[in-house]
């Protein structure tokens, strides 16, 4: 049990890294940003890419990050700007259009096979007593917790942060107060895709990288996202741990095959009997 | 000198034209009020003014230049602000965020606006750290009206500060009000409670079928038996 739990943790990390990105394109962009797991991947390819080029592997994820986000807002400059007054509806189809896309450009210049960002076997060791995770699952956890507590001082502190807060609160009130709501999109677009390609290179560090390893993030992503009531970020993080640990944790109970399933049941229960998230308490960021 | 002039103003939502040629004009230390029934056009006015409703036809000229068409955010730069009807806050931000959002055009510190607007409002200040969301409908109010003064505005624009607040609450937004006028603040203040708002202002506006009716001081409006007929339900 406690084992499962650790697993449990090292996956909701990744999930709550995702599901941030998620959630604030939800609340400022107004729309299910469908593409959010395949830019998961394409960040992890990327890394992947720079990691042949024999760069040190943190300057690789973060030149990832950067290339990911460039491709993000010029596809919301040369795409989604054009349909955002169309509606949410016309705005989520596109995104699924970015995602296939997305996913189809890595299958076409990585292809479809398993690929790894070290060939080093790494084995798992103690570190509490019947807990062994591998050192590079301790470093997602810690690094994850470091990302976490930046986006919060990010949200809290920095005056651009507050304004994506006032902005998902409110995106009329924010144009009348004056807030440059042009720049607010584009950070929360840096924000949001750093988060995610993090959370992809701690995916494929974990797993390995798939062309596909994005899309099937996308319904715990989603189902994290809502569950901690959409648009909230704070939300989310606490959202992507509970379906981390639930998704695991099932595993000691049922088959494995059955994970998937774990956060669909989850998403459907929170909408029933409570749309608003667990944490979204009266439209308020918890 | 006339702070704000609207002149022969055309306009509305999807070619269904709301004014139907109205002018207003509002020198720069008096409060002018904008009165008249449900549906005569004066939230439509307010919002045309600040560039969030489309103007066929008239224009509007701010502290001596035409305005028309200009886009909130710059508006805002050039010292008019607008404090909406309703969901004027954001009420997940504290209070003192909220305020610090009312500057946000602005790069230099704050921290002497933000002084300036906690001395007018003292019960703001004593909750600056709350989450906004919290506050009383009142205190909603007030901190939207502290806001929109964050820039140093020349000009208030006000829709219905008074909309569901009980009587004395009222009375104190109305207060502050004129106690912003004196500070040297121009106001135009839109309100369902005429007979307040014409005792308030210096001058005001009756509106119907989003044309002017009426100009007058706000006392002769008040006094002018025909107005009291038709529009504060007097007898």
Redesign the interface.
């Known amino acids: 049990m406690p084992q499962l739990l650790a697993n449990g943790i090292v996956f909701g990390c990744i999930i709550a890294l995702g599901a941030i990105g998620l959630t604030l394109i939800y609340g400022i962009l107004r729309f299910g940003n469908f593409a959010h797991g395949d830019t998961m991947s394409l960040g992890a390819y990327l890394a992947l890419l720079f990691v042949g080029l024999r760069m040190p592997f943190l300057a690789a994820v973060g030149l990832a990050i950067g290339v990911s986000i460039v491709v993000a807002v010029l596809i919301d400059r040369y795409l989604y700007a054009y349909i955002r007054r169309a509606g949410p509806i016309i705005l989520l189809i596109a995104s699924v259009g970015v995602a296939l896309f997305l996913r189809n450009v890595i299958l076409l210049i990585w292809g479809p096979d398993l690929e790894y960002y070290s060939r080093e076997i790494q084995f798992a060791v103690h570190i509490l007593p019947g807990v062994r995770l591998k050192p590079y699952e301790v470093f997602i956890v810690l690094a994850a917790a470091v990302l976490i507590l930046l986006v919060h001082l990010f949200l809290k502190k920095t005056k651009i942060g507050k304004a994506m807060r006032a902005c998902a609160d409110n995106l009329d009130l924010a144009e009348v107060v004056g807030i440059d709501t042009r720049r607010v999109v584009l950070w929360t677009w840096a924000v949001g895709i750093a988060l995610a390609v993090s959370g992809g290179v701690m995916l494929g560090v974990e797993n390995g990288l798939r062309p596909a390893m994005g899309w099937e993030l996308l319904l715990p992503l989603f189902a994290a996202a809502i569950l901690g009531g959409i648009g909230k970020p704070y939300g989310a993080m606490a959202g992507g741990l509970v379906i981390g640990i639930a998704q695991e944790v099932s595993a000691g109970y049922v088959s494995t095959a059955y994970k998937p399933a774990v956060a669909f049941a989850i998403m459907i229960i929170v909408l029933l009997v409570r749309p608003q998230g667990i944490f979204g308490g009266r439209r308020r960021w918890m | 000198m006339a702070i704000l002039e609207v002149d022969d103003l055309i306009g509305g939502y999807n070619e269904v034209a709301i004014l139907n040629g109205v002018s207003i004009r509002c020198e720069s230390d008096e409060i002018v009020a904008v009165i008249g029934p449900n549906g005569a056009g004066k939230s439509t006015l307010m919002k045309s003014v600040?560039g969030?409703v489309p103007v066929t036809s008239g224009s509007i000229r701010f502290d001596g230049r035409v305005i028309t068409g200009i886009r909130?955010?710059r508006l805002?730069?050039l010292g008019m602000s607008?404090v909406?009807q309703e969901?004027?806050?954001?009420?997940?931000?504290t209070v003192e965020?909220n305020l610090?959002?009312?500057a946000?055009?602005r790069t230099e510190p704050m921290d002497e606006a933000m002084a300036k607007v906690f001395a007018l409002f003292p019960f703001i200040a004593e909750r600056r750290k709350d989450?906004s969301?919290a506050l009383s409908g009142g205190g909603r109010q007030m901190l939207a009206l502290g806001?929109a003064l964050m820039?140093d505005p020349k000009l208030l624009l006000l829709d219905e500060p008074s909309a569901g607040l009980a009587p004395l609450v009222r009375d104190e937004i109305f207060e502050k009000v004129l106690e912003i006028r004196d500070s040297g603040v121009a106001v135009v203040i839109v309100e369902q409670n005429a007979k307040k708002a014409l005792e308030m202002a210096d001058r005001g506006y009756v509106l119907a079928t989003g044309r002017n009716q009426a100009e007058d001081t706000g006392r002769s409006l008040l006094e002018n038996a025909e107005i009291g007929k038709l529009y504060l339900g007097s007898n």
Request: charge should be positive; glycine fraction near 8%.
């Open positions: 600040f969030l909130p955010n805002v730069r607008y909406p969901k004027n806050i954001f009420p997940s931000l965020e610090q959002m009312g946000f055009v989450v969301g806001r820039l």
